[in-house]
């Protein structure tokens, strides 16, 4: 695939210079085709997926891991669970062949952030 810069080196050359696509196929050692096609398309090159991705491995059990976060807020935090054991919970009892850090990365977006609970201190000169 051509970028953009070559696309627009090879209509220049054929718009403003009259080259001709023979010309301009060997001196900028492109296909013919690859030529005629720049001088079709100005475009930037847009990619196209071969296939549909593969379903997600975590989307069926993403409400059973909120619903163990929701119980973990009215037990002693001591008993929250950590993302190594909802990992292992969701191995024994639901199946899971998912990986740990798919696990990690969930959890990460839908538990609160702790970046957002520090407040600069301003500093007071005397």
């Not at 997926?49 to 009215?74: N, Y």
Request: with cysteine.
């Amino acid at each position: 695939m051509i970028g953009v810069e070559e696309k627009e080196r090879i209509r220049r050359a054929y718009f403003v210079e009259h080259r001709s696509i023979r010309w301009i196929a060997k001196n900028y050692h492109f296909s013919r085709l690859t030529v005629r096609k720049a001088l079709g398309d100005a475009s930037p090159p847009v990619y196209k997926r071969k296939k549909e991705p593969a379903p997600k491995v975590l989307g069926p059990f993403k409400p059973i891991i909120k619903r163990w976060l929701e119980e973990d807020k009215t037990k002693p935090k001591k008993q929250h669970h950590t993302g190594k054991r909802i990992f292992d919970r969701l191995k024994e009892e639901c199946g899971f062949k998912g990986a740990q850090i798919t696990v990690y990365k969930y959890l990460e977006k839908i538990r609160p952030s702790l970046k957002d609970v520090y407040v600069p201190i301003a500093m007071s000169q005397a």
